[in-house]
T-cell receptor
């Protein structure tokens, strides 16, 4: 059974601080990794994708991948109240399916 | 269209009723997925189409669930004799390329979802 694990939270972070979200996955052959943001009552929207070990930065967001340890993380710098949402980690292996975590609820406190 | 369109956005059904949920993917997108999302959970895979071919329906919870995409564009998810446990948000997503490649631009774009409540 392929699994993607996330801490459900809520994770509370003061405005302006760095929010760190973590995700672990069970399938070693996983190749593609995604972070989606989902506001309450809305559909998931892609924030970051990462395919190779290391860091990938896009604006205030940095995705980090460590295939040896089978984890992927998302850092949000200068957190804003508008970043408050549930963050879903999704992992794809050689199949067409994405395996989803249950999401981490992030709350940015003004 | 510019995005993935789903209808209805909200559906309330009495237990035992049949429902049909529609998904209109981004024009030209080959792959179409249906997911079920319960409150506080991540999306759970239901079924996958590549053009008009339903390549995987292993996630459909029971034979009451049926999906089709007859012309390779619009898809319909039908649930017969709805039960309370069917209450969830049903998400449709599409991507531009074929199966097995989530790299580059071939990422999933989701519709707004159809929230089904079975009383």
């Amino acid at each position: 059974q392929k699994e993607v694990e996330q801490n459900s939270g809520p994770l509370s972070v003061p405005e302006g601080a760095i929010a760190s979200l973590n995700c672990t996955y069970s399938d070693r052959v996983s190749q593609s990794f995604f972070w989606y943001r989902q506001y309450s009552g809305k559909s998931p929207e892609l924030i970051m994708s990462i395919y190779s070990n290391g860091d990938k930065e896009d604006g205030r967001f940095t995705a980090q991948l460590n295939k040896a340890s089978q984890y992927v993380s998302l850092l949000i710098r200068d957190s804003q109240p508008s970043d408050s949402a549930t963050y879903l980690c999704a992992v794809n292996d050689s199949n067409y399916q994405l395996i989803w975590g249950a999401g981490t609820k992030l709350i940015i406190k003004p | 269209g510019a995005g993935v369109s789903q209808s209805p956005r909200y559906k309330v059904a009495k237990r035992g009723q049949d429902v049909a949920l529609r998904c209109d993917p981004i024009s030209g997108h080959v792959s179409l997925f249906w997911y079920q999302q319960a409150l506080g959970q991540g999306p759970e895979f239901l079924t996958y189409f590549q053009n008009e071919a339903q390549l995987d329906k292993s996630g459909l919870p029971s034979d009451r669930f049926f999906a089709e995409r007859p012309e390779g564009s619009v898809s319909t998810l039908k649930i017969q004799r709805t039960q309370q446990e069917d209450s969830a948000v049903y998400l449709c997503a599409s991507s531009g390329l074929g199966a097995g490649d989530f790299s580059g631009a071939n990422v999933l774009t989701f519709g707004a979802g159809s929230r089904l409540t079975v009383l």
